[in-house]
């Protein structure tokens, strides 16, 4: 299945709680839970004004359902065309 990154700017997102980031990543959970599309949270990574969420899904449309249904912005959502790392230059 496709891989889709979403950029969404949060401004100061990077200072909140482990409780604030338990309490929206439960609210992420639940929302994927309730609907009825293929899609899956891979991971999140937060840097201080923006959240970067990697989600596996069949389309971006999808993936925008999602994030509308969250409550989250999405400034920028990118399919993933490759997946580069250490073991690449093993090859």
Do not use: C
Not at 27 to 51: F, G, P, R, Y
Not at 60 to 89: C, D, H
């Amino acid at each position: 299945m496709p891989k889709y990154v979403v950029e969404s700017e949060m401004l100061g997102v990077g200072r909140l709680s482990a409780a604030e980031f338990h309490a929206a990543a439960q609210h992420s959970v639940s929302v994927l839970n309730e609907m009825e599309l293929d899609i899956e949270w891979v991971q999140s990574l937060v840097t201080a004004d923006k959240m970067y969420a990697i989600y596996a899904a069949p389309d971006e449309k999808t993936v925008l359902a999602y994030v509308r249904q969250v409550g989250l912005s999405a400034n920028r959502v990118s399919e993933v065309t490759t997946t580069i790392g250490p073991t690449t230059a093993e090859q």
